[in-house]
């Protein structure tokens, strides 16, 4: 057996020794996001650093624990804090908790994050639905001995982020009265912001946002099988495109102001899928 799925089973186990719960959706906690869990009916939590072999989040700020409850009548695992490859992390790390919460018998994938505006129609605080990634820029997941316990050697990738999904996020916005964007989010490593002509080039390959995270999770969801959507908070224009430097700072603090509405669109949306 895989070592990498040998690691995932044992996390299993670990998880299973602690909770018998059954989600039937996973959610990703990006910036601003981050309280979401403790407003939900919440049955179970168990912080990453009780999880043998589990990778655990060193950025400030981004806490470390799986969260089960329920979302009206919806059983969700709920990830608070996820863990960035800039953290040092080898890909199949960054997206081990993916994979365990596929392994823990959830169906559909919701992925939230922050991101930088590249689209000059964009502003801070707007919110904008993944039509579809880049991850061209950083290793893939899926990259290694394929684990065919999970999916397919050459997964197609060709509808990453489901249509049917998002045809419900922009229903659910334009009930709630919250404007959407909708396009292309581009993942790179950092953890520096980029360059302005990194801006531009990501641009001119049809990127609409920018970020560290969720391409690389959507991928290694859709490789076991899961439906998946994802929507960004964009907290700020990207590097160039104004006079203003970027700041972590600046990030939070968009993230912070827009994390009502951000909420409620998330709470809408699990209610629908
Ligand atoms: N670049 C990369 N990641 C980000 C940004 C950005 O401008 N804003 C929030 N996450």
Not at 103 to 123: D, E, P, S, W
Not at 202 to 221: F, I, Y
Not at 233 to 258: F, P, W, Y
Request: proline fraction near 4%; aromatic fraction near 8%; charged fraction near 20%.
């Amino acid at each position: 057996m895989n070592e990498m799925y040998k690691k995932l089973a044992t996390c299993l186990k670990s998880v299973r020794e602690k909770t018998d719960f059954q989600p039937e959706v996973a959610l990703i906690l990006g910036s601003g996001l981050g309280d979401y869990a403790e407003g939900i009916r919440m049955e179970a939590a168990i912080d990453y650093g009780e999880i043998a072999g589990f990778p655990t989040s060193t950025v400030p700020g981004h806490k470390g624990r799986f969260v089960f409850g329920y979302v009206g009548e919806v059983p969700v695992v709920i990830m608070q804090g996820r863990v960035h490859y800039y953290e040092g992390y080898p890909m199949s790390e960054v997206v081990l908790p993916t994979r365990l919460m596929g392994m823990l018998g959830a169906k559909k994938l919701i992925l939230t994050n922050a991101a930088g505006g590249v689209n000059y129609y964009y502003r801070p605080g707007d919110f904008m639905l993944i039509a579809d990634h880049i991850t061209s820029f950083v290793p893939s997941p899926l990259v290694g001995a394929n684990m065919d316990e999970l999916g397919v050697r050459f997964p197609d990738m060709s509808e990453v982020y489901s249509a049917r999904m998002r045809e419900i996020v922009r229903a659910e916005a334009r009930k709630l009265g919250i404007s959407l964007k909708e396009g292309v989010y581009v993942q790179l490593t950092g953890p520096a912001y980029e360059t302005p002509a990194e801006i531009r080039m990501v641009r001119s390959l049809g990127a609409d946002a920018v970020g560290m995270s969720t391409a690389c999770e959507a991928m290694a969801a859709r490789h076991v099988g899961l439906e998946v959507c994802g929507i960004s908070c964009i907290t700020n224009m990207a590097a160039g495109m104004t006079l203003q430097k970027l700041s972590h700072a600046e990030v939070q603090e968009t993230a912070d102001r827009v994390a009502g509405q951000f909420k409620e669109l998330v709470t809408a949306v699990v209610g629908k899928i």
